[in-house]
């Protein structure tokens, strides 16, 4: 089968390696159809890792995808041949503590698609997992649609980790494909106004269909003044989801004492900084978010249901013979990208 690995900063490369096998009998063999460039990924591909996860190389990246059934294993009772579904590309023990509790997302021994040293991503046509890692697509909903789960399944628990969405008025700085999720999602659970900010104008043109009352772009504009201006005070709570230092002293300045802030976006450094003066002062809670947990079916929900419009977010589309282009043109930034998504069929 074809892969399309990282084989060293900025580059991939097609390669030929074996077609999987099952092995376990609750496995499932899946011809791949769908895979979606994550923020994630691109910090693999330019930087060459995230943290003290390091790329050692070749290595497949891709954790956001859909496709078809192909295999089962001999336990495999939920899901049959020919069933399109999409993939949870979390991989938790089941007995550690952290599972034990309820927390499978910060597992003690979670192995990961596309994490370097962990599990090989889903680039590549075919791929194995374990039956409770496959999520049913209705047949109303398009493949992309489906491999939009997962981004979407991380807003779901940003927004739930927030104490009352009901109501609050809030801003999302960075308009990304998390933050357009986050948006929707914010939106469908009663949030009263969503202001919402970018360096990219073309991303503001989608979270304003996406339902946003108000954009604006720090690069032009002095976005704070403006949202406090036209608020008339600071906000309740603040989703950071771009993992920019200047958007971090942004959101400290946005919220309202006793607001709370709200970290998603995935920093390039292993170190932040904000004026803890300023936090004190206004007795800000952080709360830090770490991929998703158990919202993957509630994502499939929303997208079924029209409260979110996945498609709305996928901007640019790429045959998988063209994946080194997909991640060059989300690298950069160019074209107004906000998802690219790759097919393989």
Request: proline content about 5%; overall charge negative; charged content about 20%.
């Amino acid at each position: 089968m074809n892969t399309f690995p990282l084989t060293g900063l900025r580059t991939m490369a097609m390669a030929d390696a074996p077609i999987p096998e099952i092995v376990n009998d609750t496995d499932v063999l899946i011809r791949v159809a769908r895979v979606g460039v994550c923020g994630s990924d691109i910090h693999y591909y330019a930087d060459g890792g995230i943290g003290n996860q390091r790329v050692e190389y070749p290595w497949v990246v891709g954790h956001e995808g859909a496709g078809v059934v192909v295999e089962v294993g001999s336990a495999v009772r939920g899901v049959k041949l020919g069933d399109r579904v999409a993939f949870d590309p979390s991989f938790p023990c089941g007995t550690c503590e952290q599972c034990l509790v309820g927390r499978p997302h910060t597992c003690l021994h979670l192995l990961f698609f596309g994490c370097p040293g962990q599990v090989e991503g889903c680039l590549k046509e075919y791929i194995i997992l374990p039956e409770r890692g496959c999520l049913h697509v209705p047949d109303t909903m398009t493949l992309d649609a489906a491999a939009m789960m997962e981004p979407l399944s991380i807003a779901v628990y940003g927004a739930t980790l927030y104490p009352n969405l009901q109501g609050a008025t809030i801003a999302i700085l960075g308009s990304g494909p998390i933050g357009l999720c986050l948006l929707q999602t914010a939106l469908s659970m009663g949030a009263k106004k969503v202001y919402v900010t970018d360096k990219i104008d073309q991303r503001l043109d989608v979270a304003r269909r996406c339902g946003a009352a108000w954009t604006g772009n720090p690069s032009t504009t002095d976005t704070v003044a403006d949202i406090i201006a036209d608020n008339g005070g600071g906000l309740d709570g603040v989703f950071e989801c771009c993992g920019k230092p200047d958007a971090l002293d942004d959101a400290v300045k946005l919220l309202k004492p006793g607001g709370e802030l709200s970290l998603i976006g995935i920093p390039e450094g292993n170190r932040i900084s904000m004026d803890i003066n300023l936090l004190r002062r206004k007795e800000i809670r952080i709360q830090n978010v770490r991929r998703q947990n158990n919202c993957m079916q509630k994502s499939l929900n929303l997208i079924e249901s029209g409260a979110v419009d996945a498609n709305a977010m996928i901007t640019h589309r790429f045959p998988f013979a063209r994946t080194d282009e997909a991640y060059d043109l989300v690298a950069n930034y160019r074209d107004g990208v906000v998802k690219a998504m790759i097919s393989l069929d």
